[in-house]
């Protein structure tokens, strides 16, 4: 590491993502830790971000002021309104961001394709290595069997998580809807209730299971007669998504403005 390695802000860095993420940016050999920013009112304000990951002390102390810590790539596990403040922010001192909150609503998505024409933003809802293959898997899938088999997504997740479905199901629905020829919006289920009649072929379910600490799981099945397909991931920790936006940010560094997503920082 020397003092041209990209400058880390993280944004979230007294949460369960941000904590994990600082310790990935510690133990990353070509990359320094700038700042670590937070909520300000956040109770963590002061403390060594390094101390509350539960690691080695990091010299950068958690800061409720973005708009005066200085960085290169801004990595940000916040909340839609933390990524929204954070961006303009970003914009403003044309700065790279790495987006992993979820939760991000149509507008709010599409202020960040706008920003993407300014600055460099990698966004993906899951930044880890087995989700982003499983993406390519559930393409495939829906090609081959989108026509003839039902299609159902059921996920899970700790007690405190705040959106539903995860931003991963969706992200998973998009893969398999796009190798079926079918466009999300249009046949996505949420919600089934009461009397709901026989099942719509071209439908996509989701089931959402919520409770414990349960990191992530994701399980998309391919239902036929006679024979079921189920393509599945389980999150046995955060690091995972951590190591991976990581990787995310030393590869944007420097990049031209666009949108990219995981599957760009892994390559074909
Ligand atoms: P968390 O609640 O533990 O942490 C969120 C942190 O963001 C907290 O420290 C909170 O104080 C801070 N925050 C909230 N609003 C803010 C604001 N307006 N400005 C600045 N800081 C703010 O949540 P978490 O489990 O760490 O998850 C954070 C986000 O990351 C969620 O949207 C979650 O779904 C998402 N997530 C994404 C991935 C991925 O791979 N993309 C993986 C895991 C979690």
């Known amino acids: 590491m020397n003092s041209a390695s990209p400058r880390i802000g993280i944004h979230g860095a007294a949460g369960k993502m941000g904590r994990a ?21 956040a109770p963590e304000l002061g403390k060594d971000a390094g101390l509350l990951a539960g690691g ?17 790539v801004l990595i940000d596990f916040t909340r839609p309104e ?37 600055i460099p933003l990698c966004l993906s809802a899951n930044f880890s290595i087995g989700v982003n293959l499983c993406l390519k898997l559930l393409e495939q899938a829906g090609r081959a069997l989108g026509d003839a088999f039902d299609i159902e997504i059921v996920e899970a997740h700790h007690r405190a998580k705040v959106d539903a479905p995860s931003g991963t199901a969706l992200m998973m629905g998009e893969a398999v809807a ?20 026989a099942r719509d072929r071209e439908t996509i379910g989701f089931s959402t299971i919520r ?8 399980t998309v099945m391919f239902l036929g007669d006679g024979e079921r ?14 190591n991976g936006a990581v990787r995310a940010a030393a ?18």
């Open 21 to 41: 993420l600082v310790q990935a940016v510690q133990a990353h050999p070509a990359l320094r830790l700038a700042a670590a920013i937070d909520r300000s009112d």
């Open 56 to 72: 080695k002390a990091a010299g950068v102390t958690v800061s409720g002021a973005l708009d005066a810590a200085a960085f290169d």
């Open 82 to 118: 933390g990524t929204l403040a954070a961006l303009e922010s970003c914009l403003r001192q044309r700065r790279a961001m790495v987006i992993g909150t979820t939760g991000l609503s149509a507008e709010q998505r599409q202020r960040i394709e706008q920003a993407a024409t300014q």
């Open 178 to 197: 796009r190798g079926a020829g079918r466009n999300l919006k249009d046949c996505a289920v949420y919600e089934r209730h009461g009397h709901t009649g």
């Open 211 to 218: 409770g414990g600490d349960v990191v992530g799981d994701h």
């Open 229 to 242: 397909v189920e393509i599945s991931h389980r999150a046995t920790n955060r690091m995972n998504f951590a």
């Open 251 to 268: 590869w944007l560094a420097g990049k031209k403005p666009g949108l990219y997503s995981m599957l760009d920082v892994l390559g074909p």
